[in-house]
Each structure stands twice: as C-alpha cells, then as structure tokens.
C-alpha cells in the first residue's frame, strides 16, 4: 500500500485523501480512471479531459443536421446547394454535395452547374424523365462512396443518366470516378448512361475513371452512349 496512507473506513472517503502525488479535484472537465488501485502503482493513474471533447463532437453532429435536409427520401448534405420542386419531384443541385437515400417516389435528379456530387448508396427512379440529367455547359463528377450501391432508373425515351447535348457548343460532360458501385438504366429508347431518344438522343462528353459500373439501356438504346 506504499503511497496510500491513513484510510480509515469508517470515515467518510469521498475523494480518496492523502494519496502521495494525486490532487483531489472537483473540476468537472477531468475524471480520474482508478482501476484496482491495489494492482497499480499510484503514478500510473492518469486524469482524462474527456468531457471537453465530447462536448465538441457533440457540437459538430449538431452542425451537421442542421446543414442537412431530407427530400421525398433523400438525404442531402448541404441544403444551401439544393432546390426541390414538390409538383414535379425534381431535386436540383447547384454546388458540391453528398446524397443518400432511396427517392420515395417518381422524379429525378439535376445537376444545372458544375459540382462535385457523391453518391452514397442512391436509388432513384422517374417515370417522367432521366433519373439524373447533367444540364448543357455544365461539368459534373459523380464519386461513388467506398462500398455504396447506386442506381438511377429513366423513364419511356429517357436514360437512366442524360449527359445532356444541345448543340456542338453546348453539351454536358460527365465524370465517375470512386469505388462505389453504380446502375443506370434507360427506358425504352434511353441509354443507360448517354441519351434520351426524347432529346434526339445525342449526349455529352462522359468519363469513367473508377466504380463498378452497369449500364443498361432501353429497347433500341446503347448502355453507354
């Protein structure tokens, strides 16, 4: 017991006293860790400011919701670079951004400037368009997070992701990269990633650099192209 002195039982021991080289403290922001003092020598017994660092992570998931929003099932990480049209289910995004979740109902996804969105297990399908459209004049990158599974379904004459074509001046380029994995797949006449018949089927520039990637497209349309 070398370093514990006078203990007495029956005293009242709140603090443990006269323990050699160990202050008694009331500040909240320390704990003291004692685990079987017998078996310990007393300069290994440490105290933690434990309760400050919870508080800042505490403070970060509360930053982090209050950023977030959720529409019609999707989670976006960032509601200031965002836009949802409740009449027609369209989600636009306009900046960099992270989403997840599967869309609850029919209605697409768009990308009208250039942005960098990750994809982290996304299910969308719309009856009435692409289920993702990058805009003419606009440069997206889709990153695929590490172990994420990801799918955009096209309705009838569209693909499952519109690279978007107007005109030899004015045309989207698309960019995939990541380790996720990722289905598009057109409707009748709709590429799986590339054109829609219902926008004379003439796409965008497209990059594939990672992820696992199946493109399937529609009756009478190329998975990719």
Do not use: C, H, R
């Not at 049209?85 to 636009?92: A, F, N, P, R």
């Not at 368009?129 to 805009?135: A, M, R, S």
């Not at 009748?188 to 003439?202: D, V």
Request: no cysteine; hydrophobic share 35%.
């Amino acid at each position: 017991t070398d370093g514990i002195e006078d203990i007495d039982d029956s005293e009242d021991t709140d603090g443990i006293e006269d323990i050699d080289g160990i202050e008694d403290t009331d500040d909240p922001q320390e704990t003291v860790t004692m685990l079987d003092i017998s078996q310990m020598e007393v300069s290994q017994l440490k105290a933690l400011p434990i309760e400050e660092e919870l508080l800042e992570l505490k403070e970060l998931e509360d930053i982090a919701e209050e950023d977030s929003d959720e529409y019609d099932g999707l989670i976006v990480s960032d509601a200031s670079k965002v836009s949802y049209d409740e009449s027609t289910g369209i989600l636009t995004v306009t900046g960099d951004v992270e989403i997840s979740g599967t869309k609850n109902s029919s209605g697409g996804i768009v990308i009208a400037k250039a942005a960098t969105v990750t994809l982290d297990g996304v299910k969308v399908s719309n009856n009435n368009g692409p289920g993702l459209k990058i805009n003419a004049d606009v440069n997206a990158t889709l990153v695929l997070n590490d172990g994420s599974v990801n799918e955009f379904n096209g309705g009838s004459d569209y693909a499952g992701i519109e690279v978007a074509w107007e005109s030899s001046d004015s045309f989207a380029g698309l960019t995939i990269e990541g380790d996720g994995s990722l289905k598009a797949q057109g409707g009748s006449k709709g590429a799986g990633i590339g054109g829609s018949k219902a926008a004379n089927g003439i796409y965008g520039n497209i990059t594939i650099k990672g992820g696992n990637i199946t493109a399937i497209g529609g009756s009478g349309a190329a998975g990719i192209g």
